[in-house]
């Protein structure tokens, strides 16, 4: 088992930063690929960003590219995301994913590829 827990999230206005971290623990953080994904009312999950075990693979949604960028570091069994000139549109729960997978690209944007989830952290910007 893994357990992922989320922070960073909050209220921010139009155009500010945030920087979500989860810290794996459990089972070696190094082992999986991680993901971030966004669930705003009334929508399905979306991906928003997911990166390899090493961390030299990564890939971030369209909406998002430019503006969010995830990283990680083993040492520290924590995956972040760094959210910048946010709209109001990034409004959302934000929830990390650990995934035991070992292929790349289309596979890391389905929510069926990750195999532990966490809690969710609240991401609202404001107009």
């Known amino acids: 088992q893994v357990q992922l827990v989320e922070s960073g999230g909050g209220l921010v206005q139009t155009g500010g930063s945030l920087r979500l971290s989860c810290v794996a623990s459990?089972?070696?953080?190094?082992?999986?690929?991680m993901g971030w994904f966004r669930q705003a009312p009334g929508k399905e999950r979306e991906f928003v960003a997911g990166?390899?075990?090493?961390?030299?693979?990564?890939y971030h949604a369209d909406s998002v590219k430019g503006r969010f960028t995830i990283s990680r570091d083993n040492a520290k069994n924590t995956v972040y995301l760094q959210m910048n000139s946010l709209k109001p549109e990034d409004t959302a729960v934000y929830y990390c994913?650990?995934?035991?997978?070992?292929?790349?690209?289309?596979?890391?944007?389905?929510?069926?590829?990750?195999?532990?989830w966490g809690q969710g952290t609240q991401v609202t910007v404001s107009s």
């Open positions: 994913a650990a995934s035991a997978a070992t292929t790349y690209g289309s596979s890391w944007y389905r929510e069926s590829t990750y195999d532990y």
């Open positions: 459990g089972r070696t953080f190094s082992n999986y690929v």
């Open positions: 990166i390899s075990r090493n961390g030299g693979v990564k």
